[in-house]
């Protein structure tokens, strides 16, 4: 009977993953080096995929270690080729998936590299996921491991690019004296890479109008971007700048009715329990509407 993933399968996983590699990115060194590994790689895929445990263990020094992410700590090629030689016998047909971050070299005999593998298994479970870090060293011409550390996965968080409207996390609503009473409710998705933000107009117990904001951070354009959705069918998007405690959100989104519109919002943060909005350079079909009221919002305990 197959073996559960555990920390055998986390060995070959990491491995094959530090070799595996198509262009290793964040590459830093020499290109003959750089493709030496890659190379050097690719035979270790062609020996795992034979099964060959003694193969794979060649592929360290002589004094070479493997640490897992539960402290298990292997040192040398025969205690690494009873590893893969358990896990072969453990598991059949698993795949991986690599992403490696960065290979850089500390001298020119001396590189690490750095990413993250998901092993799949055979009865379709869910990936066993890994970070590595690992050191190659040149010895005689040739690139061989000299250590390899594997360390829990975390998923990786755009929280702190979104630490500036961290303070709108809660729920905050309008006085209500003009009748409409607004309400917004901010709160962070999981893995706290996106902000939520649910904003609706009500008079008595009808709602007016809604919509829903995905807040997050865009690495190509290197800024806060959101996604909008209208409670009545219509979508958006807006790019959001930050000067001081104001933040200005130029939107463009698409009605229910077909419309194209545009506005500028100011969001302001008067203080930790107040805040302002207001819509401004607001369009529809390229035809100018006037400003939208500033509205006050107050946090709710």
């Known amino acids: 009977m197959r073996t559960r993933l555990s920390w055998w399968l986390a060995l070959p996983a990491l491995v094959l993953g530090l070799f ?11 290109n003959k080096d750089i493709d030496a590994i890659q190379k050097r790689g690719e035979a270790f ?21 493997y640490t897992s992410q539960t402290g ?21 047909g698993v ?23 998901e092993v799949f298994s055979v009865d379709g ?20 491991l000299s250590s ?26 309008s006085n209500g004296d003009k009748g409409n009473v607004e309400r917004l409710s901010v709160a962070w998705a999981e893995n706290e890479s996106f902000l939520i933000a649910a904003f609706s107009t009500s008079f008595g117990n009808d709602t007016l109008g809604s919509a829903t904001q995905w807040i997050g951070w865009d690495p190509n354009e290197k800024r806060v971007r959101s996604w909008i959705f209208d409670g009545a069918g219509g979508f958006g998007e807006g790019a959001w700048t930050r000067d001081g ?39 529809e079909d390229g035809k100018a509407l006037p400003d939208g009221p500033g509205i006050q919002l107050k946090r709710v305990n």
């Open 20 to 30: 595996a590699l198509s262009g290793l990115a964040g590459s830093q060194g020499d």
């Open 45 to 65: 895929v062609e020996s795992f995929h034979k099964g060959d445990a003694k193969a794979l263990a060649g592929f360290w020094t002589a004094d070479g270690d």
């Open 72 to 92: 298990l700590h292997l040192k040398g090629r025969e205690a690494i080729e009873k590893a893969f030689e358990a896990f072969f016998a453990e598991n059949k």
């Open 95 to 117: 795949k991986l998936r690599i992403n490696s971050d960065s290979l850089r070299f500390v001298t020119p005999d001396v590189a690490i590299e750095d990413g993250t593998t």
């Open 125 to 144: 479970g869910p990936p066993n996921r890994s970070r590595y870090s690992n050191v190659h060293v040149k010895k005689d011409g040739q690139w061989l």
């Open 148 to 173: 390899v550390h594997d360390s829990a996965f975390t998923p990786p968080s755009n929280e702190e690019k979104l630490n500036g409207l961290a303070w709108t996390v809660g729920d905050w609503a």
């Open 245 to 283: 405690k104001q933040w200005t959100v130029k939107t463009s989104s698409i009605r229910e009715d077909g419309k194209k519109a545009t506005a500028t919002y100011v969001v302001t943060q008067v203080d930790a329990n107040n805040l302002t909005l207001q819509a401004k350079d607001r369009t």
